[in-house]
């Protein structure tokens, strides 16, 4: 066991620094601890590196916040309160004080809260940081406590993680170090090298013993180019092989007939789902080649320990959440959850068993949030016409009661964004900025910068960074919960969300004892009232020592090696009577893609991340900027020369929701009839204002409201 000063001493002796043990805030299933060198003399942090003792981090950050330190003092941080001096959108402001206002926007608040009720008011936020401090902690406090409208934050992965709850019961996934002990690794919708990038070093280990890694694509990403094999399935089809899967299994027997028995429901009705996909079938839905799908079911039911390493690519399309539940069913159908290193990884969020009521202040609220709005829907949710705006309410199940334009409620009055930009990372980016631009909201963003959604403002608030504050940072892609200590002062006059929250409550006249709770006192209250035996050993003094704890799970960590699952039932729930009560079959199926059923014409364009960003983040980094150089939009030569267009030439990208211009980049990367646009650019840093969520329509997923960034067509102009 490593004593916790040498664990300092590992980064840095050196006596003209100070080193403090922080961890990356950002939306990555990494949460890479890092330590800072902080000059004792000037105060500032003049060194940024990985942790080199944490087990997944192991010394390495990545790319993007390997620049952390340019990002934080960058020339263009937010270094005052401002106010807008311009018509909305314009970014013209003026820098006020603190006081000023925190006072104009306490009584314009105040103003909404007396006339429309706090359902007028909608907080908008994401994961700009993961932090369960700057995260929600004192904002869901002031949202309780005036009752204003619900935000469902389904942007990213509600799909998924519904989709995996209804087989498994939790988004309980493989320990990600197990990956070093597969003997076959399949990558499927996820960009690892990229997005995830900790995990390829048990990904190579693994093959290192001979594992063979497949990634299953539409795009040749680069980890599908670091693979054995790239399988390049049409988009929103996954399920579909799935089943077909099932079905070669189930025909030649290769399933595990025992682990099904004893730890599954629903066996017999998936033999009977699966037969309806026959490998002829499936070859067709999906474009994988029939051959292709009887070979990688038999490696993959026959090797000892597979894993699957899903990821959100994939469920972002119509029928994400269903796909993502009949995925989940593979590794129980040929007993992978027994063995060591085999399984599936959507997320590993589902060990952390926070109790969070008393952290974001439930008791605040005296009567019921009054309506949840749906965050991808946020152009219908600002809009003034009932009949809009009631499609942004939350209605995430076939069951759900429907919703007429009398049940639509007052419209917005007040946005309040901290840790998201929604006018660029939102769908329909023209509802969202006709909905920003109405003169009569009021809309207060809390930023580090100037983005896209700050320049429709009317008070732009300066926010800390992860190196000017204190936070506490739940991973979903390992078991390592880490503390974020701050390393520096706050720059200029920034103040971390939890401050800028308070000092809003104390503004509206609040003075509950909660909104005096200093920072370290509430996380030093949050970790130490779990009572969870996975944070048994888990104290703040130690986090504070260390860094970093593992949750108290065994290692190594098999939880459902004999059954144990979270669902009603206890069981793998290959049928699932829950599905059947929300309105769902109830057993795995394939959902086809929008783009296979209404929008029959065009492209379907994918616009997963690109490796230089992280969403709309650090592209006004500008050393990162350049190494994406433009907005692009990869296709494959056959669809380009069908359209004359050239390589390097200007296009214009749209549909009926909006259009773009991007800069065609022709190759094989992407199968023909996709197209790809990594994203997320800031519109204003994009030739036109505009970037790839102009062409992505307000809609939802089969299951949690989620996005449909992928399921969408386009059509493509040379310019
Ligand atoms: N560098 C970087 N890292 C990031 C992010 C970032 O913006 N930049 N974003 C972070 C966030 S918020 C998230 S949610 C995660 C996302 O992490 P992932 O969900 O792993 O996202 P990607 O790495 O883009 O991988 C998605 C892949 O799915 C593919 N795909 C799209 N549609 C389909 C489909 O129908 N079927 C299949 N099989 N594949 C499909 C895309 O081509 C893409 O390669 O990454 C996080 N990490
Ligand atoms: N077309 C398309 N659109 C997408 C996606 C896609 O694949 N394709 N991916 C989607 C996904 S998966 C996600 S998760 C969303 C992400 O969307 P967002 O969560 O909005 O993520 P970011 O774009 O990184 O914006 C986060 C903002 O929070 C700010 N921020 C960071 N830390 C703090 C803090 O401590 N305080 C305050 N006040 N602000 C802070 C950052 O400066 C940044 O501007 O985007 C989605 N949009
Ligand atoms: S973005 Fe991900 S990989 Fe990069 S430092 Fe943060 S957690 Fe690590
Ligand atoms: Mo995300």
Redesign the pocket.
């Known amino acids: 066991m490593d004593t916790p000063t040498r664990r300092r001493q590992a980064f840095d002796d050196h006596t003209r620094h100070r080193i403090v043990t922080g961890v990356c805030?950002h939306?990555c299933p990494d949460s890479c601890s890092w330590q800072v060198a902080v000059d004792r003399q000037t105060g500032q942090a003049v060194n940024l590196r990985g942790h080199p003792e944490h087990p997944v981090t192991r010394g390495a950050l990545c790319t993007k916040v390997d620049r952390y330190l340019e990002r934080t003092y960058h020339p263009d941080r937010l270094k005052t309160p401002l106010r807008r001096n311009g018509p909305k959108g314009s970014g013209s402001f003026e820098p006020v004080s603190w006081d000023i206002a925190l006072k104009e926007i306490g009584s314009r608040l105040g103003d909404v809260l007396n006339r429309h009720g706090g359902a007028a008011v909608l907080p908008y936020s994401?994961?700009?940081?993961m932090?369960v401090l700057?995260g929600e902690a004192m904002a869901q406090r002031l949202f309780h406590a005036i009752g204003a409208s619900k935000l469902a934050r389904t942007?990213?992965a509600e799909a998924g993680v519904v989709g995996h709850k209804y087989t498994t019961g939790a988004t309980i996934g493989m320990d990600p170090l197990d990956f070093a002990r597969s003997t076959m690794v399949v990558i499927w919708g996820s960009n690892t090298l990229t997005s995830n990038p900790h995990l390829w070093r048990p990904i190579l280990a693994a093959r290192k013993q001979g594992a063979k890694v497949i990634v299953i694509d539409p795009v040749c990403t680069r980890t599908a180019k670091a693979a054995d094999l790239w399988i390049p399935i049409r988009p929103g089809t996954d399920a579909a092989l799935a089943l077909g899967l099932m079905h070669v299994i189930f025909a030649e027997g290769l399933e595990d007939c025992s682990y099904i028995n004893d730890h599954c429901i629903g066996g017999e009705q998936l033999r009977a789902r699966a037969r309806e996909f026959s490998p002829e079938r499936v070859a067709e839905i999906t474009g994988v080649d029939r051959q292709q799908i009887i070979d990688l079911a038999r490696e993959y039911a026959t090797t000892t320990a597979p894993a699957i390493r899903i990821n959100?690519g994939l469920q972002?399309h119509r029928g994400g959440g269903m796909a993502v539940r009949t995925l989940t069913c593979l590794p129980a159908v040929v007993g992978a959850f027994k063995v060591r290193g085999g399984g599936i990884l959507l997320s590993t969020s589902g060990q952390f068993h926070f109790d969070r009521s008393g952290l974001l202040g439930e008791q605040l609220a005296t009567t019921p949030r009054p309506r949840t709005f749906n965050m991808n829907f946020l152009g219908d949710a600002l809009s003034l016409d009932p009949a809009v705006r009631v499609r942004a309410l939350h209605r995430p199940r076939p069951n759900d009661p429907t919703y007429g334009p009398e049940d639509a409620g007052v419209p917005v009055h007040a946005l309040i964004v901290?840790?998201?930009?929604?006018a660029?990372?939102?769908p329909d980016q023209r509802s969202v900025r006709a909905g920003l631009a109405r003169e009569d909201l009021l809309t207060v963003v809390?930023?580090?910068?100037q983005?896209d959604t700050a320049d429709y403002a009317d008070y732009v608030l300066p926010?800390?960074?992860q190196l000017e504050?204190w936070d506490l940072l739940k991973p979903y892609g390992h078991l390592y919960l880490a503390l974020n200590q701050p390393a520096i002062e706050p720059l200029f006059q920034a103040l971390p969300?939890t401050e800028i929250f308070r000092r809003l409550a104390f503004a509206l006249g609040l003075d509950d004892p909660l909104f005096r709770q200093g920072d370290r006192e509430i996380l030093q209250t949050f970790v130490d009232s779990q009572q969870h035996a996975v944070f048994s050993g888990i104290t703040f003094e130690r986090l504070v020592d260390e860094g970093y704890c593992r949750l108290n799970v065994p290692e190594p960590y098999l939880p459902n090696a004999e059954g144990g699952f979270l669902t009603p039932s206890g069981k793998c729930e290959l049928y699932s009577q829950q599905m059947a009560d929300a309105g769902y079959d109830p057993v795995p199926n394939y959902t086809p893609p929008l783009v296979d059923t209404s929008d029959t014409e065009g492209l379907v364009c994918l616009?997963?991340?690109a490796h230089s960003f992280?969403?709309?983040?650090f592209v006004n980094v500008e050393k990162l900027q350049k190494r994406e150089a433009t907005p692009l939009l990869h296709m494959h030569p056959q669809d380009a020369a069908a359209r004359n267009i050239a390589e390097g030439q200007k296009v214009r990208v749209h549909n009926r929701v909006g259009a773009v211009e991007l800069t065609a980049k022709l190759g094989e990367l992407v199968r023909p009839g996709v197209v790809m646009a990594p994203?997320?650019w800031w519109a204003k840093l994009s030739p036109d204002g505009c970037n790839?969520?102009q062409i992505?329509p307000q809609g939802q997923t089969d299951m949690g409201g989620g996005?449909i960034?992928y399921d969408v067509r386009v059509e493509v102009v040379g310019l």
């Open positions: 805030p939306d994401y994961a700009g940081t932090g700057q942007i990213c959100y972002r901290y840790n998201s930009n929604p660029a990372v939102t809390l930023e580090h910068f983005t926010a800390t960074t504050h969300n616009s997963p991340p992280l969403n709309s983040s994203g997320v790839i969520n992505v996005a960034f």
